[in-house]
């Protein structure tokens, strides 16, 4: 079946770059829609960008100037960047993918960003 594990450090300092893995089972990146979204303390779920099937990438337009995902196809994984993060962006960060009018969702990773 497919699975999906995120990794990536639990806290991050104001003003660096968040980074957090994605590695996907069960199915091959490079026929899945692959997202970003992060549901902050007391708040809803926020998408913040995807990679498609073909590689293309799309963001949300509040997120667009500090977000980059990318994708490893030959470990089967794709990343997220955040960079010059601030405490408003401490949440849990989910990656998804959909494969065959399925979501799939990894557990979700807490990152805090505190000095």
């Known amino acids: 079946q497919v699975q999906l594990q995120d990794s990536g450090p639990g806290l991050v300092k104001p003003s660096q770059t968040l980074s957090l893995t994605c590695t996907v089972s069960g199915v091959s990146i490079t026929i899945t829609y692959c997202s970003w979204i992060r549901q902050p303390p007391g708040k809803g779920l926020e998408w913040m960008g995807a990679i498609a099937a073909g590689g293309s990438t799309s963001y949300s337009p509040s997120l667009k100037s500090r977000t980059s995902i990318s994708r490893d196809t030959s470990k089967n994984q794709f990343s997220l960047q955040l960079s010059s993060v601030t405490p408003e962006d401490t949440a849990v960060y989910y990656c998804?993918?959909?494969?065959?009018?399925?979501?799939?969702w990894g557990k979700g990773t807490l990152v805090t960003v505190s000095s």
């Open positions: 998804t993918s959909r494969f065959s009018g399925d979501t799939y």
